[in-house]
């Protein structure tokens, strides 16, 4: 008897966690499609790795999209986050800084922060550098299945965030964005469970 219920107490927790994960991915990809993009003091990248000395194909999109935000007039300044990826001599961070140098950007318009691992360490460390410079408004500039999880976590650490995904995204088919959404709604959900417990 005892054995019983419990299967059905995980079978029922199982559902919901599963139903859940479905649910988060339908509004992650729906927010997706979203574009939020206006006037803001800067621009945060999302780190995400490197190749050799130059930045990934997925962080150069990355990039690329926050060039094209400084070089329109949307921001005046860029706050690149990522720290060192394994066997690397160089953080992700300068790796792009020296990226974007070379499309013209000026050094004085240029934010790095070279110590995170993760979305949550870019956030809370992007926020240090806004509240030393003074900038209260940005543009978060990822893939567009993260911009969800990105921007809640952004809210979380007090920036005044807005959504403005690279849409020169490498993730274009659905061979390679299933499992990108797969992925973030697991991470998305976890991420919401883990927001409220104590720290």
Same mark, same amino acid.
């Given at each position: 008897?005892?054995?019983?219920?419990?299967?059905? &107490?995980?079978?029922?927790? +199982?559902?919901?966690?599963?139903?859940? &994960?479905? @649910? !988060? +991915?339908?509004? *992650?990809?729906?927010?997706?499609?979203?574009?939020?993009?206006?006037?803001?003091?800067?621009?945060?990248?999302?780190?995400?790795?490197?190749?050799?000395?130059? =930045?990934? =194909?997925?962080?150069?999109? /990355?990039?690329?999209?926050? &060039? @094209?935000?400084?070089?329109?007039?949307?921001?005046?300044?860029?706050?690149?986050?990522?720290?060192?990826?394994?066997?690397?001599?160089? $953080?992700?961070?300068?790796?792009?800084?020296?990226?974007?140098?070379?499309?013209?950007?000026?050094?004085? +318009?240029?934010?790095?922060?070279?110590?995170?691992?993760?979305?949550?360490?870019?956030? /809370?460390?992007?926020?240090?550098?806004?509240?030393?410079? #003074?900038?209260?408004?940005?543009?978060?500039?990822?893939? =567009?299945?993260?911009?969800?999880?990105? #921007?809640?976590?952004?809210?979380? !650490?007090? *920036?005044?965030? $807005?959504?403005?995904?690279? %849409?020169?995204? /490498?993730?274009? $088919?659905?061979?390679?964005?299933? =499992?990108?959404?797969?992925?973030?709604?697991?991470?998305?959900?976890?991420?919401?469970?883990?927001?409220? %417990?104590?720290?």
């Amino acid at each position: 008897m005892k054995i019983t219920r419990l299967v059905k &107490i995980t079978l029922i927790t +199982a559902a919901v966690i599963l139903s859940t &994960i479905a @649910w !988060n +991915a339908v509004t *992650i990809y729906r927010f997706s499609l979203e574009d939020q993009t206006h006037k803001a003091d800067c621009a945060i990248v999302a780190g995400a790795g490197i190749a050799g000395r130059l =930045p990934s =194909p997925v962080f150069k999109a /990355r990039l690329d999209h926050a &060039i @094209w935000l400084y070089q329109q007039g949307f921001v005046k300044s860029l706050i690149l986050t990522g720290g060192m990826s394994p066997a690397a001599t160089a $953080s992700d961070a300068s790796i792009a800084r020296q990226y974007v140098l070379t499309q013209g950007v000026p050094a004085s +318009a240029l934010f790095i922060e070279e110590q995170s691992q993760v979305t949550r360490e870019n956030m /809370r460390n992007a926020r240090e550098i806004m509240a030393r410079q #003074k900038l209260h408004t940005a543009l978060l500039v990822s893939d =567009p299945l993260h911009m969800l999880r990105l #921007k809640l976590i952004a809210r979380d !650490n007090g *920036i005044d965030g $807005s959504s403005s995904p690279a %849409l020169q995204t /490498r993730y274009q $088919s659905w061979s390679t964005q299933l =499992p990108f959404l797969l992925r973030e709604s697991f991470y998305y959900t976890g991420y919401q469970i883990m927001r409220y %417990l104590p720290r």
